[in-house]
């Protein structure tokens, strides 16, 4: 059979373990798959051999949370308070958008992400028809939503034209896409409005990708409005009865822990978002004790602003030992496992990615060890997390196929990327 690739000769990091244990072992995959992760003897002739020396081979980095053509808006504005950032910036540039613009915006945020070693994000945005495509050619992985404003669908037509966008392209391309459904915030979408996307939900058997508790004024004014808690709020709505994917979740009592580890809810935690805009730090060593699954989000570029999961996960280490005034809170290994094993549970694809073993699809990336930043090498992991840099991914494979090869990513044409979202980017200034 062919289609066989076979990695030689790198330390392998499979995450499979509670502690960390890297292990010289040979990957072998078979179309999509990882068939054995050991000695291999079993090869057809036309194999293609990866040489793994000088490698740490992962599980591909996982995104749970990001806005992918807001690369488009990068560096636009900065620094500012985030109701005027949002209301004479932000959402007056985003009204300028097209299919075009979320097209390139999108395909620029692709190439930053395979290239600093996502395999796998998850997208809430408009056009998503757009972001799609960009998934499909560039053959990265993807659970997409169209993002819902509830006071803004009277008519419920960005509602079905969520369901149409489902019923397109859930499990599309071999299984690399999938869908949720995704009422922007609690505060943007009515309870009424909120029960029709559960509904929506139940009927299509796909998960909900919303916003929830991020900043304090949300919090204050969910509680003055419907005398509860954010989180309360959509628990007592039914959202969590379907798999809820709950961005930012900074604000949150003990109580909403208790019915996050209740519901099948995982959250995206977004750490340089939530510092930028001065958002808080939401609690991440209470929700990860509570037993929540909680997986790592760059949020969109106008407020990070990059897309750069190694990066992310080293801040999500450091905010939570300074929050906790704890030098042990959030070890390297467990802000790998909300990286990797942990982000895929909260994108409900643990039985699909999120380690390297066999009959899992083949999604892993290589990390070039020969650098002045990660010598000496104590500690894989520690150099990993602490040290790291986003470049310092040299191969990527997805779903079994090689997408970047020393650097160089197979599947879309950089420069002309760049150079498209150059232009549409300026063309928003007019
Ligand atoms: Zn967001």
């Not at 309870?191 to 919303?210: C, F, M, R, S, T």
């Not at 906790?324 to 959030?330: A, E, F, G, I, W």
């Not at 802000?335 to 895929?344: D, I, N």
């Not at 650098?371 to 894989?380: K, S």
């Amino acid at each position: 059979m062919s289609g066989q690739i076979l990695i030689q000769n790198a330390k392998v990091l499979t995450m499979t373990d509670q502690v960390q244990q890297v292990i010289d072992a040979d990957i072998l995959i078979e179309g999509q798959y990882i068939k054995k992760i050991g000695t291999i003897t079993d090869l057809d002739k036309d194999v293609e051999i990866i040489n793994g020396k000088n490698c740490l081979a992962l599980p591909g980095l996982i995104n749970c949370h990001t806005h992918a053509a807001m690369t488009l808006l990068r560096g636009y504005a900065d620094d500012m308070e985030l109701m005027p950032w949002l209301e004479q910036k932000i959402w007056p540039q985003e009204e300028k958008m097209k299919g075009e613009h979320i097209y390139w915006g999108s395909m620029l945020a692709v190439l930053e992400m395979i290239k600093s070693g996502t395999t796998t994000f998850a997208d809430m945005y408009s056009f998503m028809d757009e972001v799609a495509k960009a998934v499909e050619l560039s053959g990265i992985r993807a659970v997409l939503s169209r993002g819902l404003i509830g006071f803004k669908d009277q008519n419920y037509a960005a509602l079905k034209e969520s369901k149409d966008f489902v019923k397109k392209w859930h499990k599309s391309c071999n299984g690399r896409i999938t869908c949720t459904l995704a009422p922007h915030a609690p505060y943007t979408c009515p309870p009424d409005y909120l029960q029709k996307v559960l509904e929506a939900a139940q009927e299509l058997e796909v998960g909900i990708h919303i916003h929830l508790a991020e900043t304090k004024q949300e919090f204050n004014d969910i509680l003055e409005q419907y005398g509860k808690t954010p989180t309360r709020h959509v628990y007592d709505l039914g959202l969590f009865q379907v798999p809820v994917l709950a961005a930012h979740c900074v604000y949150l009592t003990e109580e909403d822990i208790e019915l996050m580890a209740e519901g099948s809810v995982g959250v995206a935690h977004n750490p340089t978002s939530n510092m930028k805009l001065a958002s808080g730090m939401a609690p991440i060593p209470s929700l990860l004790k509570a037993g929540v699954n909680v997986g790592i989000g760059t949020d969109g570029t106008a407020s990070n602003n990059n897309l750069n999961m190694i990066e992310e996960m080293h801040i999500a280490s450091l905010l939570h030992k300074v929050s906790k005034l704890d030098p042990t809170s959030v070890p390297a290994y467990q802000a790998l496992e909300m990286g990797t094993v942990l982000g895929a549970r909260v994108l409900n694809l643990d039985n699909e990615i999120g380690t390297l073993e066999p009959g899992k699809k083949a999604d892993i990336i290589f990390i070039d060890l020969n650098q002045p930043h990660l010598c000496p090498a104590y500690d894989l992991v520690a150099n990993l997390i602490y040290s790291a840099q986003g470049s310092d991914v040299k191969t990527s494979i997805i779903d079994g196929k090689i997408i970047m090869k020393d650097r160089q990513v197979l599947t879309i044409d950089e420069e002309k990327v760049m150079f498209e979202a150059r232009r549409y980017a300026f063309s928003m200034l007019d």
